[in-house]
């Protein structure tokens, strides 16, 4: 089915341990957008100024990415992101950030795209992922991401969104932040309280948690089970480690592209209930760990479908129980 995407589309300088990526195309969207088409069709909107080079353009190409929400703004400038990576790489520090056109008004979803029934709204001002959600067709799955500074200065609108969504996906740290709970599953359960049917907690390194209410969500049909461990179906709990890649030369993308795996397949199956969903965390652990493994979308964007299946088949033989 459709999948549409919203967020930063962008120009990234990042520094790691392993080297520096100078002027390289980066953005939440895009990462989401390289690793979602891996699994689905991706209607890409996001707006970019007029020193976005064509060469970048021309990327989206070599991939199902219909770029027809793309605006370029003449008189505008892209955003740009410096970030340095050091130690574990857990975290990046922003040198610099130049908002540029994202601070301009946002772009508008093509009559065309209108009718996307999956959409993922990456990172952005709360009220302005509502008006992005005003413009849809009646959507069969929305689902939210968010940063701490809309959460410290915005919290409001941040719940607000959230009682229009039905999912989340965020950071351990953002949770904490959002719902002032340490315990991870406690803070899914409270945000589940302001209207979301789920919320997948990411852990970085250790993996990710998901916490829903399985009286909300879809029913899956009979022997669709993922493969993979997981509590009862009836508490809507699912704990997954990370997929064990030992190359980690940039974690620039990696959340998003995480969230692409994870849109994509439930856009691809066409389901939304509770085991497909452990289903598609899985692919997204997969996804995220081919992004960290080069700078910028070096891997990512050059990957394939057998590459992902690969990861897929290792990922099931290490987390398989007896």
């Known amino acids: 089915m459709s999948l549409l995407v919203t967020g930063t589309i962008g120009i990234d300088t990042v520094e790691t341990p392993f080297g520096k990526a100078a002027e390289v195309l980066g953005g939440s969207a895009v990462y989401f957008s390289f690793a979602a088409s891996l699994l689905s069709p991706v209607r890409l909107v996001g707006v970019v100024g007029e020193d976005f080079p064509r060469s970048f353009r021309e990327m989206f190409q070599q991939r199902d990415i219909d770029t027809a929400g793309l605006e370029l703004r003449a008189g505008s400038k892209t955003f740009r992101w410096h970030g340095k990576y050091i130690g574990d790489m857990n975290a990046a520090e922003t040198l610099r950030t130049d908002l540029n056109v994202v601070s301009e008004r946002p772009p508008l979803i093509p009559e065309a795209f209108r009718d996307s029934k999956f959409v ?57 932040l959002l719902t002032g709970e340490d315990n991870l599953i406690l803070a899914g359960q409270r945000v589940l309280n302001w209207g979301p049917k789920f919320v997948i907690i990411k852990k970085g390194e250790h993996g990710a948690v ?17 493969g993979h461990p997981s509590a009862d179906a009836d508490d809507g709990l699912f704990v997954m480690p990370a997929y064990p890649t030992t190359r980690v030369v940039d974690p620039t993308g990696a959340g998003d592209s995480f969230a692409g795996g994870v849109m994509g397949h439930l856009a ?8 497909a969903i452990k289903s598609a965390m899985v692919r997204g652990a997969c996804l995220a760990s081919i992004t960290i493994e080069s700078f910028s979308l070096d891997s990512i964007r050059t990957a394939r479908k057998a590459d992902l299946e690969k990861r897929l088949a290792q990922f099931r033989r290490i987390s398989s129980h007896t």
């Open 120 to 176: 993922f709204l990456a990172n952005t001002h709360p009220a302005l992922q509502r008006g992005f959600i005003d413009q849809l067709k009646g959507p069969r799955l929305v689902v939210c991401d968010t940063m701490n500074l809309w959460i410290s200065q915005f919290r409001e609108e941040l719940i607000e969104t959230l009682g229009r969504v039905d999912g989340v996906i965020f950071n351990d740290g953002e949770a904490r």
């Open 268 to 275: 691809s199956a066409g389901q939304t209930d509770l085991e």
């Open 210 to 226: 998901l916490v829903s209410d399985p009286q909300r969500l879809d029913k899956g049909s009979a022997g669709s089970g993922s």
